[in-house]
């Protein structure tokens, strides 16, 4: 690069400032926002395992983790119903295990019934033996 023109050195350096300010301008907002929006979602998740963890009881935590590991949707499901019991009062102790067992058995009753065709079905192809493709 020191074997280049000045002059090129110059346009390219006024160039980089030039791009350095919009950055800061325009762009540094949006990466601004990007940080805050993470930071608020950070947040979020904090008070949401923070009230989890007075909510639940040890063991029931444990559970709770080990579904998270096999199926993510079903403990953020779990989660959202324990939360929403939690806000509107009809938690009165800390949930155990087996009572969390409870709550997933009535979740998968209730999928059930809304999923009420499970298993797999086939649908034979009716063969139709007709003489007339044997004419010859």
Known sequence: ??????ELQAIRAARMAQ?????????GSARGSDEQNAEKQQE??????????????SG???????????????????EGILLRMA??????????????????EQASEAQGKS?????????RRKVVDDDDDLDL
Do not use: C, H
């Not at 791009?19 to 762009?27: D, R």
């Not at 979020?44 to 009881?57: E, G, H, I, N, S």
């Not at 999923?115 to 649908?123: A, E, L, R, V």
């Open 115 to 123: 999923n009420t065709k499970k298993g797999i079905s086939f649908q």
């Open 44 to 57: 979020q998740d904090q008070m949401r395992r923070d009230l989890l963890a007075t909510v639940l009881d």
């Open 1 to 6: 690069m020191d074997d280049q023109d000045p």
């Open 19 to 27: 791009l350095q300010k919009q950055g800061s301008a325009g762009g």
């Open 87 to 104: 806000q509107t009062g009809q938690l009165r102790q800390r949930v155990t295990e087996e009572q969390l067992i409870g709550l997933l």
């Open 60 to 78: 029931a935590r444990e559970r709770l983790s080990r579904i998270a590991l096999v199926n993510s949707s079903l403990s953020s499901q779990m």
